[in-house]
């Protein structure tokens, strides 16, 4: 099946830094890629979709200054967690269909900000 | 705007015994999707139902979906320590974005 790459798998940073997250299409090419955000034991909340070479479409409720996502290429979308605060630790997944109506999800990213 | 429930949230059982989890919504469905995410891990697709009253297997799960294509679930016989972890419905939210239920997390004591 494909194979959606996310990068890093954790990152610790300090409150007020920025921190970028790289999802990447290993096998197929994707126009269109998802960000999630998880809490503990809740439930995945789409925080928006990224559209290759325009801008992203954020859903209601998220600051699209503070989460800046690009999707420069077929392959890459990055999503960039700027000024870091504590309450922003959470597990930030992303995901792109890979064909048949199947969403593939990277291995998603641990951030803690300290 | 559209929402899936999804029940139990928890749910406890042994080795052996059979779970089930639904998903309920107030409006008709185009598709529902099935996704399984083990602890610390991502979702996995599962399955997807289209037609009304479909019922599709996978072994030691069955998924329905109903006549009205309001409403889901999955069934899973004799339960095993590997069918532990989070299993979640989707929803299609317009333009290809997935809608997720709260899930169910299940937990298999041997």
């Known amino acids: 099946g494909a194979v959606v790459s996310q990068h890093p798998s954790w990152v610790i940073c300090k409150s007020g830094t920025s921190v970028k997250i790289e999802c990447r299409s290993l096998d197929f090419q994707a126009t269109t890629m998802f960000w999630y955000r998880q809490f503990p034991k809740q439930s995945l909340m789409l925080m928006a979709t990224s559209n290759e070479g325009s801008k992203a479409t954020y859903e209601q409720g998220v600051e699209k200054d503070k989460f800046l996502i690009n999707h420069a290429s077929l392959t890459l979308s990055t999503l960039t967690v700027t000024s870091a605060h504590p309450e922003d630790s959470s597990f930030y997944i992303c995901?792109?269909?890979?064909?048949?109506?199947?969403?593939?999800f990277g291995q998603g990213t641990r951030l803690t900000v300290v | 705007g559209q929402q899936v429930m999804q029940i139990p949230q928890y749910q406890h059982v042994q080795e052996g015994e059979d779970f089930t989890t639904y998903c309920n919504s107030s409006?008709?469905?185009?598709?529902i999707q099935w996704y399984k995410q083990r602890p610390g891990g991502h979702p996995v697709f599962l399955i997807q139902?289209?037609?009304?009253?479909e019922v599709k297997k996978q072994k030691r799960l069955t998924f329905q979906f109903g006549e009205a294509k309001k409403n889901s679930s999955l069934h899973i016989t004799a339960t095993q320590t590997t069918d532990v972890g989070t299993y979640f419905c989707?929803?299609?939210?317009?333009?290809?974005?997935?809608?997720f239920g709260a899930g169910t997390r299940l937990a298999v004591h041997p």
């Open positions: 409006t008709t469905l185009s598709n």
């Open positions: 995901s792109a269909f890979g064909g048949q109506g199947k969403a593939f």
């Open positions: 989707t929803q299609s939210g317009g333009y290809n974005k997935l809608i």
């Open positions: 139902l289209v037609k009304s009253g």
